[in-house]
């Protein structure tokens, strides 16, 4: 019992420990912590009514966080031989896309998810994905989604 208690509470002391990767809805101080959790280099460039925080990781992933006059990321997409940890760059929005995702599909090359909050995009084979995600609620005016790239 008290081995379990342990177990228990060190589990507990290492997730509040654990770096806060926000993604989606984050801010932009979640952007630095995707860059190194990714072990990648940033580069940002600027729009008229967002930025864009461009991470390239050295085994070829590059990852785009559009982020708000506001300070907040309202889009993410990513390009690479694999897909990036959907976890972290849904942010608060993963379980609500995993939650929609729990329903069989059966085109494994292409995902399409929309649900009251958050829209994902994910396409590819073998060492070469892209996908997107966003925020309808955060999309700055004169912003579409296909400017998501």
Not at 13 to 21: D, E, I, Y
Not at 58 to 78: C, I, L, N, Q, T
Not at 99 to 116: D, G, I, K
Request: charged share 15%.
């Amino acid at each position: 019992m008290k081995l379990t208690r342990t177990v228990i509470a060190s589990v507990a002391f290492g997730l509040s420990c654990a770096p806060a990767l926000a993604g989606l809805g984050g801010d932009v101080p979640s952007v630095e912590a995707d860059r190194a959790s990714m072990k990648g280099a940033l580069h940002i460039t600027s729009a008229a009514s967002y930025a864009v925080h461009e991470i390239n990781s050295s085994d070829g992933m590059r990852v785009h966080e559009y982020v708000s006059p506001a300070g907040k990321v309202f889009a993410v997409s990513w390009r690479g031989a694999g897909i990036p940890d959907l976890r972290q760059m849904l942010g608060s929005y993963y379980a609500e896309f995993a939650q929609a995702t729990s329903q069989p599909h059966y085109n494994h090359h292409q995902l399409s998810v929309q649900t009251a909050n958050v829209v994902v995009q994910s396409s590819g084979h073998a060492r070469a994905f892209i996908g997107r995600a966003w925020v309808p609620a955060l999309l700055p005016q004169n912003f579409a989604p296909n400017d998501i790239n």
